[in-house]
């Protein structure tokens, strides 16, 4: 069975508009199998890097087929969303013309939507517990929601809709 998670990244890098320069970092090679021989490889810093001309946006992907989504507030708790992720994406945001988040799939409510970063530290900084769902990330991300359409197996997102949104949202891009 294919790794939906893979999936999902791979349907995303087929949307992507052919002007739109895309960029995904190699995996790391502990994210292969469970070779518990591995003890130290590179993080990758996120999922992807697009690049429209003006604005390079670092993404880090995340599909689930759950309620909510778990995340490492330290590097020693597990989660999906992982510690070093969150911190790569905080340091990319500090650079001018960077934005930098997720991009969450929902599977259950067949939504996809963008939390900046800086919205998802206020939103993990403000809940008591270490994972969040659809209605905490509303309450305190201000998250944009990706249009997309159903293929007959795959989905195609509409990757030019969403960065003319993120340009214009002043919450997103400071």
């Not at 999902?8 to 890098?13: A, I, S, T, Y």
């Not at 689930?64 to 989660?79: L, M, N, P, W, Y």
């Not at 997720?102 to 517990?129: A, E, G, H, W």
């Not at 905490?136 to 030019?160: A, G, H, S, T």
Request: glycine share 4%.
């Amino acid at each position: 069975m294919k790794n939906i998670g893979k999936v999902f990244e791979q349907n995303w890098k087929n949307s992507v508009p052919k002007d739109i320069f895309f960029y995904r970092p190699p995996d790391s090679a502990q994210s292969f199998g469970t070779n518990s021989n591995l003890r130290f490889s590179a993080k990758s810093p996120c999922d992807c890097f697009l690049f429209d001309g003006n604005i390079l946006y670092a993404l880090e992907q995340k599909s689930v087929g759950t309620q909510s989504i778990s995340f490492e507030r330290e590097k020693t708790d597990k989660g999906v969303i992982h510690k070093h992720q969150i911190d790569s994406l905080l340091k990319f945001s500090m650079y001018r013309n960077v934005v930098s988040g997720f991009i969450f799939d929902f599977r259950l409510s067949d939504k996809t939507y963008f939390c900046n970063i800086n919205d998802f530290l206020i939103m993990i900084n403000n809940i008591d517990k270490k994972s969040f769902n659809e209605k905490d990330m509303f309450e305190w991300c201000n998250p944009i929601e990706i249009q997309k359409k159903k293929l007959k197996v795959n989905y195609r997102y509409d990757i030019d809709q969403f960065l003319k949104i993120v340009k214009e949202d002043t919450n997103v891009l400071l």
